[in-house]
């Protein structure tokens, strides 16, 4: 999660010097659409939208390419909401950040029977490092371009935070170089060439810190619903079942306030594996 914060920061924070990389506009009349396609299997919190002139940029960072629904699907299914709540030019771009040799970062269209639709692809791999070095907003990024030697490459990452005058600038670029290149360097090298006490003190590294211990708090209380609710039933009809036990762990906080609820109404075992099999599957945190 992570990655993803660190590339949204990026991309909202500095809309102009990813316009200009990406559909080499010099434009600074940019607003990023902050619009509400929050149906399945669309995760709207994931992407960037940005709106310059007439035209929609689209931006989308991956690390993994795997994807549920396929990373294919998803862009059309992207493509015809945008589509149709704002009816003008969209350009789509889906970023890999990772090196990977699966077939999926090489496509760049949807196909399906008489449906076609394509997108641009970047593997961040294989682009110059050139244009990235030369703009503070795409350091981050630069850390994951084309090199023959990467140290080198971090190493003039370094050199180019060092040089961005301004405090708080450098403080959150450095954050962010540091979170995206520990995809691709060793952590010890990192911190040999970033002061830890820079990132930390950066808003996107505060983000993530916030955005752990809200997570922390979430598992800590599960871990407590789980313990009432399994001492419950224990009491109520015995010993149970391993496998029913790690189904009730796997409850969502939601579900398993709804389970406590409905217990108080069960009257044997069976009542309890009825209710289990009739519940979907908790759904992974985004």
Known sequence: MSYDNTCKYLAENYPAEFARWLLSSDTSDIEVLK???????????????????????HLEFQTSPKSTPPLDFRMLDYYTRLKRQYW??????LIFLQATSSEIVFNTQYV?????????????????????LANPALLP????????????????????VDMIEERDERQNI???????????FPKNL???LFREEVMQESVIYQDILQKGLQQGEQRG??????AVILRLLIRRFGAIEPEIQQQIQSLSITQLDELAEALLDFSSPSDLLNYLVNISPAQPNQ
Do not use: M
């Not at 509400?36 to 310059?52: M, W």
């Open 174 to 184: 450095s954050a962010c170089v540091q979170v995206l290149a520990g995809l691709r």
């Open 35 to 57: 619009t509400e396609l929050n149906l399945e299997p669309i995760r709207a919190d994931a992407v960037t939208f940005l709106q310059i002139s007439n035209q929609i940029l």
């Open 141 to 160: 990024l630069a850390t994951l371009a084309r090199t023959d030697s990467p140290q080198d490459l971090l190493e003039q990452v370094a050199a180019a």
């Open 88 to 93: 003008c030019d969209i350009e789509q771009v």
């Open 112 to 132: 399906d029977r008489k449906t076609r639709h394509e997108y641009r692809v970047i593997r961040l791999w294989e682009e110059d490092p050139t244009p990235l």
């Open 221 to 226: 209380l599960q871990k407590g619903e789980v």
């Open 190 to 192: 990192i911190t040999q």
